[in-house]
């Protein structure tokens, strides 16, 4: 069964999960062309190797904690907090504790 992608103008809830945190999937919430928005679920101690995307991204901490190594340093992001890398950038991400991310990635696609 195909999850359901917003279309143009669709309102997106992005609310923490909390209490249903622990059984949702990584979802893809947006696509086009130009963009594509998604909710990352990670469990806390679980790791997204260190790997790069061509376009610029941002990653936003929704909920839990998460640690970030990118640019040289590992900062710890919590809920709320935002960071943009540019496209090219290598970066890790390790959840401390239970954690869901907004990632959105620009497509420069030719």
Do not use: N, W
């Amino acid at each position: 069964m195909a999850l359901h992608h917003a279309l143009s103008g669709e309102l997106i809830d992005i609310r923490p999960l909390r209490s249903k945190l622990k059984d949702a999937p990584t979802q893809t919430l947006y696509k086009s062309d130009h963009l594509e928005v998604f909710r990352m679920v990670l469990p806390a101690g679980k790791s997204m190797p260190a790997h790069q995307v061509a376009d610029e991204i941002s990653i936003q901490c929704l909920e839990g904690s998460i640690e970030l190594a990118a640019v040289g340093t590992t900062q710890q992001m919590r809920e709320g907090d935002l960071i943009c890398l540019a496209g090219g950038e290598r970066h890790a991400l390790t959840a401390v504790e239970d954690s869901s991310v907004l990632v959105t990635v620009l497509l420069h696609r030719k």
